[in-house]
Protein backbone atom coordinates (compact mmCIF):
# COMPACT_ATOMS: atom_id res chain seq x y z
CA UNK A 1 0.00 0.00 0.00
CA UNK A 2 1.43 3.50 -0.97
CA UNK A 3 -0.99 6.56 -0.24
CA UNK A 4 -1.09 9.53 -2.05
CA UNK A 5 -3.64 12.49 -0.52
CA UNK A 6 -4.84 15.31 -2.96
CA UNK A 7 -7.23 18.12 -3.33
CA UNK A 8 -6.28 20.66 -0.17
CA UNK A 9 -6.30 23.85 -0.81
CA UNK A 10 -7.46 27.19 0.64
CA UNK A 11 -11.44 27.88 0.66
CA UNK A 12 -13.67 30.33 2.51
CA UNK A 13 -15.70 29.07 5.22
CA UNK A 14 -19.10 27.63 4.18
CA UNK A 15 -17.67 26.03 0.72
CA UNK A 16 -16.78 22.68 -0.09
CA UNK A 17 -14.10 20.61 -0.90
CA UNK A 18 -12.88 16.95 -2.01
CA UNK A 19 -10.13 15.30 -1.05
CA UNK A 20 -8.72 12.25 -2.82
CA UNK A 21 -6.60 9.77 -1.46
CA UNK A 22 -5.31 6.81 -3.62
CA UNK A 23 -3.32 3.80 -3.52
CA UNK A 24 -1.17 4.04 -6.36
CA UNK A 25 0.11 0.36 -5.58
CA UNK A 26 -3.26 -0.72 -6.19
CA UNK A 27 -3.73 -2.91 -3.61
CA UNK A 28 -5.83 -1.56 -0.75
CA UNK A 29 -9.41 -2.61 -1.39
CA UNK A 30 -8.98 -5.23 1.67
CA UNK A 31 -8.31 -2.01 4.11
CA UNK A 32 -10.35 0.11 6.34
CA UNK A 33 -9.27 3.74 5.55
CA UNK A 34 -9.39 6.49 7.75
CA UNK A 35 -8.74 10.25 7.60
CA UNK A 36 -7.39 11.96 10.12
CA UNK A 37 -6.24 15.74 10.55
CA UNK A 38 -4.03 18.05 12.53
CA UNK A 39 -2.83 21.44 13.27
CA UNK A 40 0.21 22.46 14.34
CA UNK A 41 1.15 22.09 17.63
CA UNK A 42 -1.94 19.75 18.48
CA UNK A 43 -2.71 16.12 18.15
CA UNK A 44 -3.62 14.20 15.48
CA UNK A 45 -6.85 13.88 15.63
CA UNK A 46 -9.87 11.14 13.64
CA UNK A 47 -11.83 12.50 11.05
CA UNK A 48 -13.74 9.48 9.49
CA UNK A 49 -13.14 5.60 8.64
CA UNK A 50 -14.46 3.27 5.81
CA UNK A 51 -14.72 -0.16 6.17
CA UNK A 52 -12.76 -2.13 2.57
CA UNK A 53 -16.97 -2.63 1.20
CA UNK A 54 -17.70 0.81 2.11
CA UNK A 55 -20.83 -0.45 3.84
CA UNK A 56 -19.71 0.66 7.67
CA UNK A 57 -18.32 4.44 8.54
CA UNK A 58 -17.47 6.35 11.33
CA UNK A 59 -17.14 9.74 12.05
CA UNK A 60 -15.90 12.49 14.16
CA UNK A 61 -18.66 14.22 16.38
CA UNK A 62 -16.95 17.93 14.94
CA UNK A 63 -17.63 16.53 11.13
CA UNK A 64 -21.10 14.66 11.28
CA UNK A 65 -23.61 15.66 8.78
CA UNK A 66 -20.83 18.11 6.71
CA UNK A 67 -18.45 15.44 5.87
CA UNK A 68 -18.52 12.25 3.77
CA UNK A 69 -16.32 9.41 3.29
CA UNK A 70 -16.86 7.03 0.34
CA UNK A 71 -14.44 4.80 -1.50
CA UNK A 72 -14.31 3.25 -5.42
CA UNK A 73 -12.06 0.25 -5.21
CA UNK A 74 -11.99 0.27 -8.61
CA UNK A 75 -10.23 3.18 -8.84
CA UNK A 76 -8.16 2.34 -5.42
CA UNK A 77 -9.08 5.46 -4.09
CA UNK A 78 -10.82 7.05 -1.07
CA UNK A 79 -12.70 10.50 -1.14
CA UNK A 80 -13.23 12.77 1.57
CA UNK A 81 -16.18 14.82 0.61
CA UNK A 82 -16.12 18.22 2.91
CA UNK A 83 -19.30 20.66 3.06
CA UNK A 84 -19.90 23.72 5.27
CA UNK A 85 -16.23 24.04 5.76
CA UNK A 86 -15.63 26.03 9.29
CA UNK A 87 -12.04 27.77 10.48
CA UNK A 88 -11.61 25.37 12.43
CA UNK A 89 -11.87 22.62 10.40
CA UNK A 90 -8.27 24.41 8.85
CA UNK A 91 -5.55 21.35 9.44
CA UNK A 92 -3.50 19.02 7.50
CA UNK A 93 -5.50 16.27 6.02
CA UNK A 94 -3.86 12.81 6.11
CA UNK A 95 -5.07 9.31 4.94
CA UNK A 96 -4.47 5.97 6.02
CA UNK A 97 -4.93 2.40 5.47
CA UNK A 98 -5.48 0.07 8.38
CA UNK A 99 -4.18 -3.45 8.85
CA UNK A 100 -7.88 -4.97 9.22
CA UNK A 101 -11.06 -4.47 6.55
CA UNK A 102 -12.61 -2.66 9.39
CA UNK A 103 -13.92 0.70 10.96
CA UNK A 104 -11.33 2.25 13.27
CA UNK A 105 -11.11 5.80 15.16
CA UNK A 106 -8.23 4.29 16.33
CA UNK A 107 -4.60 5.93 14.92
CA UNK A 108 -2.63 3.09 16.09
CA UNK A 109 -5.02 0.58 13.92
CA UNK A 110 -3.23 2.20 10.90
CA UNK A 111 -0.34 1.10 9.21
CA UNK A 112 0.38 2.63 6.21
CA UNK A 113 0.21 6.55 5.69
CA UNK A 114 -0.14 9.45 2.87
CA UNK A 115 1.89 12.28 2.83
CA UNK A 116 -0.94 14.73 3.94
CA UNK A 117 -2.71 17.59 2.13
CA UNK A 118 -3.57 21.07 3.57
CA UNK A 119 -7.09 22.46 4.02
CA UNK A 120 -7.24 26.29 4.87
CA UNK A 121 -10.52 27.38 5.67
CA UNK A 122 -10.45 31.41 5.72
CA UNK A 123 -13.49 33.04 8.27
Known amino acids: VQLQASGGGMVQAGGSVRLSCVDS????????VGWFRQVPGKEREFVASIAWRGGNTAYADSVKHRFTISRDNGKNTVYLQMNNLKHEDTAVYYC?????????????????WGQGTLVTVSS
Open 25 to 32: RRTFSNNG
Open 96 to 112: AAGSTPYVSRVMQSFRY
